[in-house]
């Protein structure tokens, strides 16, 4: 295989590759071609509307009910290509502007558009989605404050094997773990 992608012919050989991805590359650059400047990428304006966690917990699985009981806390304008983690920052802005009881801390972001019900975004994964992922005009957050996870019909008991000697019972969000 050549640097550019081509194929060539070998006859069977020994090769000893050395510094694998470092060869130096020059791009001829076409004249003629006038390369249009790039366009501005365009703020879209959403409505930021806050759901409790009682309401979460008894309504989780229907997304319209979610929807009425949420509470409209303002409307931002934000790049197509902003992720989470900087539509956090905004909102927590807002919040402030608002003197809203939840803070920076107490709060995470609702994916509305994925599935047929409304699912909670990790903090730890908010830099790895953009708000047009899971957001068209509305984007919804969960005041997380006190509270216990709600539990699906797909969560299932796990049972370490029998010669284990513990006694004890963990309980994680979405998750029953229990050792006999």
């Known amino acids: 295989m050549q640097v550019d992608g081509e194929a060539c012919k070998l006859k069977p050989s020994v090769i000893t590759i050395s510094h694998l991805n470092k060869a130096t590359m020059l791009a001829k650059r076409k004249s003629g071609k006038v390369i249009p400047?790039?366009?501005e990428l365009q703020n879209l304006p959403y409505t930021?509307?806050?759901?409790?966690?009682?309401?979460?917990?008894q309504h989780h699985y229907d997304k319209d009910k979610l929807a009425e009981a949420a509470i409209n806390?303002?409307?931002?304008?934000?790049?197509?290509?902003?992720?989470?983690?900087q539509a956090r920052?905004?909102?927590?802005?807002?919040?402030?502007e608002k003197k809203d009881s939840a803070s920076?801390?107490?709060?995470?972001?609702?994916?509305?558009?994925?599935?047929?019900?409304?699912?909670?975004?990790?903090?730890a994964q908010e830099n790895l989605h953009y708000v047009m992922d899971i957001a068209s005009e509305n984007l919804y957050i969960l005041e997380c404050g006190g509270g216990t996870v709600p539990q699906t019909p797909e969560d299932e008991t796990a049972n370490p094997s029998p010669s284990s000697n513990h006694k004890t019972s963990l309980v994680i969000p979405e998750m029953r773990i229990r050792y006999c």
Request: glycine share 4%; net charge negative.
């Open 89 to 96: 920052g905004l909102i927590n802005r807002l919040l402030e």
């Open 37 to 39: 400047p790039q366009a």
């Open 104 to 123: 920076s801390s107490e709060w995470c972001f609702v994916d509305s558009c994925t599935a047929e019900r409304f699912f909670r975004i990790d903090r």
């Open 73 to 85: 806390i303002g409307q931002l304008e934000m790049i197509i290509t902003s992720d989470l983690e």
């Open 48 to 57: 930021i509307h806050k759901i409790s966690m009682p309401d979460y917990e």
